[in-house]
């Protein structure tokens, strides 16, 4: 059993930055690849951004060159830095391990 807690989301201005932090219990973390995902009220969840067991990292096109993925495997805790906000980023976002979900952490950018 694997429990992902997601941190640091918040109210920000447009152009502004957040780091978001998943935290991962259990035994699963540093052979996985890990995921973030958002989701916009009345919008699918959409993919953002993956960080592969090896470090190697794919982004949505929408977020490509403003935010960057990392892990820590020692502390079982994935991170997105997220900058250059746009309203658009406004969302719910959730990080993704194997069949496990997060319960989301709320980023609103205000213009």
């Known amino acids: 059993q694997v429990q992902l807690v997601e941190s640091g989301g918040g109210l920000v201005l447009a152009g502004g930055s957040l780091r978001l932090s998943c935290v991962a219990s259990?035994?699963?973390?540093?052979?996985?690849?890990i995921a973030w995902y958002r989701q916009a009220p009345g919008k699918q969840r959409e993919f953002v951004a993956i960080?592969?067991?090896?470090?190697?990292?794919a982004y949505a096109h929408s977020v490509q060159g403003r935010f960057t993925i990392s892990r820590d495997n020692a502390k079982k805790t994935v991170y997105l830095q997220m900058n250059s906000l746009k309203p658009e980023d406004t969302a719910v976002y959730y990080c993704?391990?194997?069949?496990?979900w997060g319960q989301g952490t709320r980023v609103t950018v205000s213009s």
């Open positions: 960080i592969s067991s090896g470090d190697s990292t």
């Open positions: 993704h391990l194997s069949e496990y």
């Open positions: 259990g035994s699963t973390f540093s052979g996985n690849a």
